[in-house]
């Protein structure tokens, strides 16, 4: 293999809001689709005066997330402003964490083709969200119905090193986040954003090369095509003999292109200072104990459960335990069949794909895992075959019920008596003598026509094995 001209070396920023009731430092509920401006107080308006008061489960959810991640979890932290001007934070500073977050170091195993990594974190802090700019024809708006919401920033080492572990590192990230259950990592309601910095350095050389920032990418998409498109700009550059300019850039997802968009400021330049209205963030040891005792099994781990207890290819586990609603389910109708494969079939091909379709989640489906189970022995001891029983599986999607009943309400049981298959198979003969006769000359594909044939006369519900068994024991004569 040629190795690569240039190195990449990315960081990434990513932005989880918890899914608390109440917004990180008032009442407020934290809300999504509310009219704008509707859940708001004069604390998270900035008025001048008003004193926030911190939300103890934000910081319990940081906490957890911090667990899921071997974080060291600090019993000591605080809250700091750092200041800036923008039209999103009237009060001219964002309550955050400077040099004493809730959670320092940690990693994350992902998956490359080399095999796994561990991308280290550096920390991940506590922080409200800002308000959000809105840009009509004529005029602009702010609505605050976000601001203060309880927003973790989760901060990599520079460890990652190509567009695709980036993309991994967020998968894999977005699964542990939603294990640990404090977030519902929703990217188009803006519940994980990210912001990521990369430079570039000729390969075998040590110092890290100038990097360049992109901010506020809301899809995993959007940060792969951007990471793409700036390894080969970065490398382009360097490779003319010219400078990386330290600098934020904008991802622009309809041209496929960063652009320049201000030289970037340093962190002093954001006069952190600690927050004088906030108490320090102070956890007891036993707090901490028992939030980790109650962590979930955490997705690797499941999947290999589920290879070894459930007997699943390493592949149909890893797809499961992507989403923790998805394993659930999974595992309570594999705990109700005698065939686990099946059940992992069911929902990895029809279940997923007619979810996707009707953008709909696994926890709100009609068919319920009791259903499949039901539905999987009755495919297992004949009573229907594939057809029937994906006809079945569709209803049951739509309307929800039982199969047993479903199939004998639809008269959908499969057709396996010897007399009325033979008869069939009788007049399938007399209607295609050509078939006949072909099959006779050799050609057994014509015994499949002939198969198919049957099936169509008795709607789709024969037993085909048994058709075929029939069709060649009569041909055979
Ligand atoms: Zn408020």
Excluded at 71 to 80: A, E, G, L, R, Y
Excluded at 407 to 428: M, P, R, T, W, Y
């Amino acid at each position: 293999m040629v190795e690569p001209e240039y190195v990449a070396t990315i960081g990434l920023e990513v932005h989880v809001q918890l899914d608390t009731v109440s917004k990180m430092f008032c009442a407020c509920r934290t809300s999504f689709a509310a009219p704008p401006n509707t859940a708001v107080c004069p604390v998270c308006l900035g008025y001048p005066g008003a004193l926030p008061v911190m939300n103890r489960k934000a910081v319990e959810y940081t906490v957890r997330a911090g667990l899921m991640l071997d974080c060291d979890i600090q019993s000591h932290s605080k809250f700091d402003r750092k200041s800036y001007f923008y039209p999103d934070m009237p009060k001219n500073y964002q309550i955050s964490q400077y040099d004493q977050p809730l959670c320092q170091g940690g990693g994350v195993e992902i998956d490359t083709d080399a095999g796994t990594r561990i991308i280290r974190l550096r920390r991940i802090h506590l922080e409200e969200d800002v308000a959000k700019n809105m840009h009509f024809a004529q005029s602009s708006g702010v609505d605050f119905n976000r601001a203060g919401t309880p927003l973790m920033e989760i901060v990599t080492q520079p460890d990652i090193e190509s567009a695709d572990e980036a993309l991994g590192f967020l998968q894999t990230l977005k699964a542990l986040m939603l294990y640990s259950g404090v977030s519902r990592c929703n990217l188009e309601e803006g519940n994980m954003r990210c912001d990521v910095n990369i430079s570039m350095r000729p390969a075998g050389r040590e110092a890290l090369g100038t990097k360049a920032e992109i901010k506020n990418l809301n899809t995993f998409k959007g940060v792969q095509g951007a990471l793409l498109y700036e390894i080969d700009r970065q490398a382009d550059v360097l490779r003319g003999g010219g400078e990386i300019v330290q600098e934020t850039r904008r991802w622009d997802v309809d041209v496929g292109k960063t652009f320049s968009m201000r030289i970037k400021e340093d962190d002093h330049d954001y006069r952190y200072f600690p927050d004088p209205d906030l108490m320090p963030v102070v956890l007891e040891p036993k707090e901490i104990a028992d939030w980790r005792q109650e962590l979930p099994e955490a997705p690797r781990a499941r999947r290999v459960r589920f290879v070894e207890q459930y007997e699943l290819p390493d592949y149909d586990a890893g797809v499961l335990v992507a989403d923790k609603a998805v394993a659930d389910y999974f595992e309570e109708a594999a705990d109700l069949s005698s065939n686990s494969k099946a059940v992992s079939n069911w929902i990895m091909t029809e279940m997923l794909r007619m979810l996707a379709e009707r953008e709909g989640a696994i926890t709100d489906v009609l068919i319920r895992p009791a259903a499949l189970a039901e539905l999987i022995g009755l495919v297992d001891d004949e009573t229907l075959n594939s057809n029937s029983a994906k006809e079945v599986f569709v209803s049951l999607f739509e309307d929800g019920g039982m199969p047993a009943a479903l199939v004998k309400e639809k008269g959908l049981a499969q057709v396996s008596d010897s007399a009325s298959i033979e008869a069939f198979v009788e007049q399938a003969i007399a209607e295609n003598p050509k078939s006949v006769s072909d099959y006779k000359a050799g050609k057994t594909k014509a015994a499949k026509f002939l198969v198919g044939q049957v099936m169509r006369m008795s709607q789709g519900r024969s037993n085909p094995q048994l058709v075929m068994k029939a069709l060649e024991s009569r041909l055979a004569d």
